[in-house]
């Protein structure tokens, strides 16, 4: 019962739950971000177990490696400090974590009473570039037509969004002096 | 070999941890990475069932909601600058007027 | 064959590539300093050994010895740790590169390459990537406003040029049909009408250029290098560090370039494909000269770059690579698939 497949799978989900659980304890954003990367990479573990390669790689390079880049720059551009303690936080962090952590308890029962012993192979379904390619330019293309023009309409937006403002009176600050 | 329900307790108990960082955090920044933990999540139960259905149409559907929460992310960050350029804090407690 | 001596050749396999990385690494830089002070019409190092050749060996020990100061209002964990990010991710990337063919020892097909992995190219993609991670916190952790902004300008200019990079490897993907860079070499065998190689810098010249520029600027060498200038920004994002970390930023940006010279002869030079002769253990043996040679061929010619050209200010550095290097690659892309289509 105890293969390779099921230390490998635990391994890469305790990184990932220690990195999700991390991020919401940690005060400082960048402690968070960086272990939102560590939580990107366990997955990415875990989708090679699942024989998703090439998902794998896209969400090291996409997820990882180019939006988490994104919320780092913020994150040092806005110089982001230690988050404040408010009344409004006590209360949520009072109800809302054993909220959520008996809701999360009540989906894992549910799943693991209702759930047989199918297992999943290690690399059962081996997603090459090839086979995902021909799925994206056969059966997907309108939403991949799509989705080009989506990130098209994000890129003009955030562009918008983040230029500076027509007049600026005061003395630049560090975010328009380095736009 | 590794049970379904193991990789779908693991997503499920990712996407709590984003709920519950997103209700909690009072940086918008963290907020914001909270839901992309959720994303991530919801990635992991995609690709698990796209291998226990042998159907390749759940890895191609983890391309778009990667898209789309790169999409997101980029307008979204763009929009906590502009607020920050207004509003001068991070902190969500504080921008709760429409008009300072 | 046998799952233990898989392991066995696989660990004598990575520490022998590591060794002799390290030993490149240093030796590139001695090949700079020579190369690029017989440019400016003077000697280079020549004190230290016949021909300044044990100059490295000096510098490593002067950078063990100097004092490694850790300023007091830096933060401190990312302090330490990105250099090591930078450092570790730079070795990597040389886990999945073919060195050449297969080894015939003690009766095993012994393959020269650490891990043959299906998505080799993606891979490097993806290392590269994270690689700007030790930049960006480099330059932040150093709680310096001239090492912020040269961190955040050196990871914009790398994270702007990875997307030019992906692109003009695509051609090539086309191509080759496979992103296992061992398959890439061999679709590159054979010979165009007799005596021009089937390399595919000459089925496609544009993607050479495009990567070979993005490259440079992924590496932050010279006419990329504004970020990490001297007489910019006192020093970019190493601002704040010295000794061993310094040493260890140096060693990432010797060990990216001798990467992206490893990529660019399996890509466009055909890799280890070049004249064969020889007894059988010599015939195993060429084909990683030949590899070795063309390596050697690119690194001087990037040193010899950066011998020559000024830099660019930033702002031609970020046009350049959006409006002009990224529509680049899309033509090339365009094209070999409209050729290939055809």
């Excluded at chain 3, 600027?217 to 001297?230: G, H, S, V």
Aim: hydrophobic residues 60%; proline residues 5%.
């Amino acid at each position: 019962m105890i293969s390779v497949h099921l230390i490998l799978f635990l391994a890469f989900g305790a990184v990932a739950l220690a990195g999700a659980i991390n991020l919401l304890a940690q005060t400082h954003p960048i402690n968070s971000a960086l272990s939102l990367i560590a939580v990107m990479a366990a997955l990415a573990g875990e989708y090679l177990l699942l024989g998703a390669e090439f998902v794998a790689a896209v969400q090291v390079i996409v997820y990882a490696g180019a939006v988490m880049v994104l919320f780092v720059f913020t994150i040092m551009l806005l110089n982001a400090g230690v988050e404040e303690n408010t009344k409004g936080s006590k209360v949520a962090i009072m109800f809302g974590v054993p909220g959520v952590l008996i809701g999360s308890l009540l989906v894992a029962w549910v799943v693991l009473r209702h759930s047989g012993t199918e297992a999943v192979a290690a690399g059962a379904l081996p997603g090459s570039p090839k086979t995902l390619g021909s799925l994206l330019f056969h059966e997907f293309l309108l939403p991949f037509e799509i989705t080009s023009i989506l990130i098209l309409i994000a890129i003009m937006g955030a562009v918008v969004l983040a230029s500076k403002p027509p007049t600026s009176p005061a003395a630049p600050t560090l975010t328009e002096v380095v736009d | 070999m590794v049970p379904l329900s193991y990789y779908l307790v693991l997503s499920g108990i990712l996407f709590a941890c984003g709920v519950a960082g997103f209700l909690i955090k009072r940086n918008i920044i963290t907020i914001f990475m909270s839901i992309e933990l959720m994303l991530n999540g919801v990635n992991l139960s995609f690709v698990a069932f796209a291998a226990h259905w042998h159907a390749l149409a759940g890895q191609v559907f983890v391309f778009f909601v990667m898209v789309v929460a790169a999409a997101e992310a980029a307008v979204g960050l763009a929009i906590i600058i502009a607020v920050y350029r207004t509003r001068e804090t991070l902190n969500v407690d504080q921008v709760n007027l429409l008009k300072l | 064959m046998p799952i233990w001596i898989y392991i066995l050749s696989s660990v004598i396999k990575s520490a022998l590539v590591l060794f002799i990385l390290l030993t490149a690494v240093a030796y590139t830089v001695w090949l700079e300093r020579k190369v690029v002070g017989h440019m400016q019409n003077r000697w280079g190092p020549t004190r230290v050994g016949p021909f300044g050749l044990l100059q490295p060996a000096a510098d490593g020990i002067k950078f063990l010895f100097k004092e490694d100061l850790t300023p007091p209002h830096v933060y401190k964990p990312l302090f330490l740790a990105a250099p090591l990010i930078a450092v570790i991710f730079a070795l990597t990337s040389i886990a999945v590169i073919p060195f050449g063919n297969s080894i015939r020892l003690f009766g095993y097909d012994i393959p020269l390459q650490i891990a043959d992995v299906n998505t080799g190219l993606l891979l490097i993609l993806g290392i590269t990537s994270i690689g700007v991670y030790g930049v960006a916190l480099a330059g932040w952790s150093s709680n310096n406003k001239y090492s912020l902004l040269g961190g955040l300008r050196a990871s914009a200019q790398m994270v702007s040029y990875e997307i030019s990079l992906g692109l003009s490897l695509v051609g090539v993907l086309i191509l080759s049909g496979s992103l296992s860079l061992r398959e890439i070499v061999d679709a590159q065998g054979g010979h165009f009408w007799g005596f021009i190689p089937h390399w595919n810098i000459f089925t496609q010249p544009i993607g050479f250029f495009c990567y070979l520029m993005a490259a440079y600027a992924e590496t932050n060498r010279i006419p990329f290098d504004l970020p990490e200038a001297e007489t910019e920004l006192v020093a970019g994002y190493h601002t704040e560090y010295s000794a061993m970390k310094f040493a260890m930023f140096f060693m990432a940006e010797y060990a990216n370039m001798i990467t992206v010279a490893c990529l660019a002869t399996l890509l466009f030079f055909g890799g280890w494909h070049g004249p064969i002769f020889g007894p059988i253990l010599l015939q195993d043996l060429l084909p990683v000269f030949w590899f070795a040679a063309k390596i050697f061929v690119f690194l001087f010619v990037y040193i010899w770059v950066r011998g020559t050209l000024p830099r660019f200010r930033y702002d031609q550095l970020m046009a350049f690579g959006w409006k002009f290097l990224l529509p680049l690659a899309l033509v090339n892309l365009i094209a070999t698939a409209i050729a290939v289509a055809w």
